[in-house]
């Protein structure tokens, strides 16, 4: 049987990512069914059979619509969220240890956070070309890091997914995908511009062996910050990922 979500919780993703209600249902399932951390899915707004793991990876059968992957992912990780954190575990087969948990059987695992506490969790993150960004849909805001220097803006009706297809091949300011079409930073409204907190130092996970699913997944996670901003190669990133991957 699988879990109940909340149908609104269902519709707002429906709405925020421009997918069917029944294409959001069974994305849950997945979810569910992954407990959390991974998905498999089949459907025709997803272009068919695919993959997702909660850290970055994504499978789908258009390797090349990054539009679309992007849509997936950003989906995948707010039911990801929902799971966790709203988890009865007193009525729920999975065991919940912490809402702020990489993995459903491990501690809390901290990650950076540069972007102002106060916007709380992202709905959507990536980095490129050494600028980061973070999209929070409650409070219509997104922050753009580049280098040490943290800028906000008002995202106004846009509900950001991933960077645009064109945003792939080219360096300088970003344009991003939303339900609307694609937006351009320069198009939205900057606000008061928060203090940026320290980076941290850009170094290669190296779980141990024995690690958990959980300190597994977050390590793909930062490999996958590192390959986009150009610390790891492609074939570095892939190399790394199937290792990670053979201890799950």
Not at 61 to 70: A, D, H, I, S, Y
Not at 144 to 172: K, N
């Amino acid at each position: 049987m699988i879990d109940p979500v909340p149908d609104r919780t269902l519709a707002d993703c429906a709405e925020r990512f421009g997918f069917s209600r029944s294409a959001m249902q069974q994305l849950w399932a997945a979810v569910v069914e992954g407990g959390g951390d991974m998905a498999m899915f089949d459907h025709p707004e997803f272009a068919g059979p695919g993959q997702w793991m909660r850290g970055g990876l994504i499978l789908i059968t258009e390797p090349g619509n990054q539009v679309l992957k992007n849509r997936i992912d950003a989906a995948c990780n707010t039911l990801s969220r929902v799971m966790r954190e709203s988890w009865d575990v007193n009525t729920s087969d999975h065991r919940r240890i912490h809402a702020g948990a990489r993995g459903w059987d491990t501690v809390r695992v901290e990650r950076e956070v540069w972007w102002p506490h106060h916007l709380g969790e992202p709905d959507a993150t990536g980095e490129q070309n050494a600028m980061a960004y973070a999209y929070f849909a409650a409070p219509r805001r997104l922050a753009v890091r580049r280098a040490e220097r943290v800028s906000l803006y008002d995202t106004g009706d846009h509900h950001i997914t991933g960077l645009a297809q064109s945003q792939q091949q080219q360096a300088g300011e970003m344009v991003f995908t939303s339900q609307l079409g694609e937006v351009a930073l320069a198009d939205m409204v900057a606000v008061a511009t928060p203090a940026a907190s320290d980076p941290e130092p850009a170094t290669e996970p190296t779980p141990g062996a024995g690690s958990s699913s959980a300190e597994i997944l977050d390590a793909l996670e930062r490999l996958g910050q590192l390959q986009r901003q150009g610390v790891l190669t492609e074939a570095e990133f892939a190399a790394k990922k199937q290792e990670l991957l053979a201890r799950l």
